[in-house]
């Protein structure tokens, strides 16, 4: 039968990623939005402790975590800080499509160093003409004898400053479309290879955001990822692993929203009396708390969908969407709550609200995410 | 060279506590059970001596309920403990300092160990009394409030910083031994991550509650019984001073500290 509690093994991992985000991230997390630092400190602390690369399987070095267990994690790492837990879990983005498409040979040559020692990859899908239609992507690859040769832009690209290794998307022939794309493992390293100027973003301010450049970078064939027409299909499989810790980094935004505006709603006096004891604001906190379950519960349903085996594009599309959404929703009550204080920096809720934003817009568009969950609905009804 | 480490399950700090129905007991439902704070400074200590001293091995030690036990030693395994032995507590035994020391002698004793190693206080109920009986049961002398150890030229002698009046002792002793300690001079680790999922599944000793009873048996006449567990009175009285400004704050509170407190004329 269905069964909500969580086992020793899982309530010890939430518990220490908890404690990890209270003591290392939290105390952090207002000074890093402000000035828009990367706390590499505390990122290369998670990497020592074992919070990145959780996805990595355990015969490259990698924890291994079932999808369910990182989403645990990445709720609580969200709780304290979205734009750190961007930047902590953007390597499992990035080495998704290492072990979706990978041979044995490249899996043990690029996943074994991450796992080694600290290291950062980012994950280069998006263009500046677009990001949702990832099938007209104009990075273009080109063949010369046992290399390829990439040319293009590619931007908002996370943790792209700091990183040692791409995992690229390019096309080989536009008017191919999908079937034109191919994915490679680009060294930063590789002449040609730029990232660009940190990007000032809105929110998300301890990670780390910029364009990256390939100018005639050579890339050995040897760092193809999977076939040459295969490039799109990892991608987008890629995608379906990590759109549900979307789902519990948004979860984890809105317990922090939720966690702030009944603690202060219960030490805030108006006419006599605390308001948490006003309907008005009781309603609000009700509210709340039901759209942070449900979300909760849509990203559990579908990171246990995934663990079963199941592609799960549904289940992690509704989860993503639901939960950014009632991310920005209870964030945006939240600093109802407080009222004038809350549109103050000097407060919490503010930057819980521009956190949220961006998790209705990356790894795949709310818009997109709703097109998908459609499609899946219909073709399981006809 | 064996260290033992003795660790409380303590209620987590953010456990909310209720008496149990009998009104003498904690009610154990939903309470989150961790290893004391100053056990956690030693099992930190331990482990720094162990780093400093290869082929030492260090065995952590829980007496309580057996879910209880296990659990923490499930997270000191996970600190980096080699093994872990849970003694089990006799259902009905009272909460008494000298029953938990009796059984967890029983425990140490059957794995000699060169240095024990504990808090010299549990957060729950600040007893302070099992590491010094322990120490007494087992016929080793014993230094309290420690803040670091150090070996001191081979493993044979340590060096004991103690936290005293005004300042800090130094001492230097000759193994075997057992001290506890009072904050750790330097933070406790974070167990990793594929640590805490190794110790999961790693073995833990268990002592047979029938050696257990036996072990505390001659001080059953001694032990202490808990009358009554209750919660403090809500606190009442709390005032929320209005103010425009901090100067304006600082004056109404002067105010109201002189006025209405009297707390100075």
Known sequence: ?382 | MEIAVLVKPVPDAETRLRPDASGQELDPEGVKWVAAGYDESAIEQALLLRESAPGTTVRAFSYGPIARAEEVLRSAIALGCDAATSVEAPPGTPPDGLAVARALGLAVARHPASLVLCGKQAGDDESGIVGPAVAELLGLPDFGVAVNVRWEGGIERLSIQRSVEGGLEGVRVTLPALVSLQQAWNDPRTAKLPNILKSRKAPIERIPVADVAAAIAPSASLLARRVAFRLPPPRTGAKMIEYSSPDDAAQKLVRILREEAKVFP
């Open chain 1, 1 to 382: 039968m269905v069964d909500f509690s969580l086992t020793g093994e899982q309530a010890s991992l939430r518990d220490m990623a908890r404690k990890f985000a209270r003591t290392e991230m939290a105390p952090h997390a207002a000074e890093c939005d402000r000035t828009n630092r990367f706390p590499e400190e505390i990122y290369r602390k998670a990497w020592e402790l074992g919070l990145m690369n959780l996805n990595v399987p355990t015969e490259y070095g990698g924890t291994g975590l079932s999808l369910f267990d990182q989403c645990l994690i990445v709720e609580e790492l969200g709780r304290a800080c979205a734009g750190m837990t961007t930047s902590i879990i953007a390597n499992c983005l990035a080495l998704e499509p290492i072990i979706l498409g990978g041979t044995e040979e490249q899996k043990t040559r690029l996943l074994g160093s991450f796992c080694a020692s600290y290291n950062l990859a980012s994950f280069c899908l998006t263009e500046p003409s677009g990001g949702s239609d990832a099938g007209s992507l104009k990075t273009r690859a080109r063949r010369d004898g046992d290399h390829y040769v990439l040319d293009g832009e590619k931007c908002f690209i996370t943790n792209a400053p700091f990183a040692s290794l791409y995992t690229v998307f390019a096309t080989l022939d536009p008017s191919l479309r999908h079937k034109g794309i191919v994915a490679f493992a680009v060294p930063r390293d590789t002449e040609g290879v730029t990232p660009g100027k940190e990007e000032e973003k809105m929110g998300h301010r301890a990670s780390a955001t910029s364009t990256v450049r390939f100018e005639g970078a050579r890339v050995p064939v040897a760092n193809r990822l999977g076939k040459e027409d295969e490039g799109f299909s990892v991608a987008m499989r890629t995608l379906d692993q990590t759109r549900t810790p979307i789902g519990a980094l948004a979860t984890g935004i809105a317990q922090a929203a939720l966690d702030h505006a009944a603690e202060y709603s219960q030490r805030r006096v108006t006419f006599g009396k605390p308001i948490s004891e006003h309907q008005a604001i009781q309603i609000k906190l009700a509210d709340m708390a039901q759209a942070l379950n449900a979300a909760r519960l849509l990203t559990w349903q579908a990171a246990w969908t995934i663990d079963q085996g199941e592609r799960g594009s549904l289940e992690s599309s509704m989860a993503k969407c639901f939960a950014s959404d009632a991310a920005m929703m209870v964030a945006d009550e939240a600093i109802q709550v407080f009222g004038g204080y809350g549109y103050m920096k000097e407060y919490p809720v503010e930057k819980l609200l521009r956190d949220a934003k961006l998790t209705q817009i990356y790894e795949g568009s709310n818009e997109i995410q709703r097109i998908v969950i459609a499609r899946e609905l219909l073709q399981r009804l006809s």
